[in-house]
Nanobody, 118 residues
């Protein structure tokens, strides 16, 4: 059973920083893309940043220049460094990974709350 476990969410003041981590565990042969999404109440889940297996990254326009995604393949971990946080970044963040175990599947973490106080 493959699992994604997130950590690092919490409360921070406007303009502050947080670092999210997500580690994959279980029967894993390989990990393709890893990324972060976020979802506000009543809204669709939206992409924040992704990291492909070749190192290519993509970012939502709203976070470019403020957030940085990185990954440690040996540790099966993806990170999201969030700087210059704004009140509107207050949502639940979800880790996502495309993982090959006995087949290729798309996996989600349980979500971690980020709250930015104005």
């Amino acid at each position: 059973q493959v699992q994604l476990l997130e950590s690092g969410g919490g409360l921070v003041q406007d303009g502050g920083s947080l670092r999210l981590s997500c580690v994959a565990s279980g029967s894993i042969s390989s990990i393709n893309a890893m990324g972060w999404y976020r979802q506000a109440p009543g809204k669709q889940r939206e992409l924040v940043a992704t990291s492909a297996s070749d190192g290519a990254t993509t970012y939502a326009d709203s976070v470019k220049g403020r957030f940085t995604i990185s990954r440690d393949n040996a540790k099966k971990t993806v990170y999201l460094q969030m700087n210059s946080l704004k009140f509107e970044d207050t949502v639940v963040y979800y880790c996502n990974a495309v993982i090959r175990s006995w087949r290729i599947d798309n996996y989600w973490g349980q979500g971690t709350q980020v709250t930015v106080s104005s």
